[in-house]
């Protein structure tokens, strides 16, 4: 896991390249963000249902809550 500082040199470094980028590099790029974002989401949510249905674990967290929650980490990140 980086260090904030890190992740910062690394953001910047990337939108470095990022503006003199082609439009279509853009794109892909964006795609391909998106696709792990998707595939993020859909473990998450299988975990979560595996969590839920295991009789022994204490799962009281209603799955709207876990999405806002995962929203606003991604926000964060973003910004």
Known sequence: MKTER???????AMNVLLNHAYDSV?????????????????????????AKNDPESNIFIAWEDIKKEIADERKKDVA
């Open 6 to 12: 890190e992740r910062e040199e690394l953001i910047k």
């Open 26 to 50: 853009l794109d892909d790029v964006y795609a391909f963000l998106q696709k792990i974002e998707d595939e993020e989401d859909e473990e998450d949510l299988k975990a979560y249902e595996i």
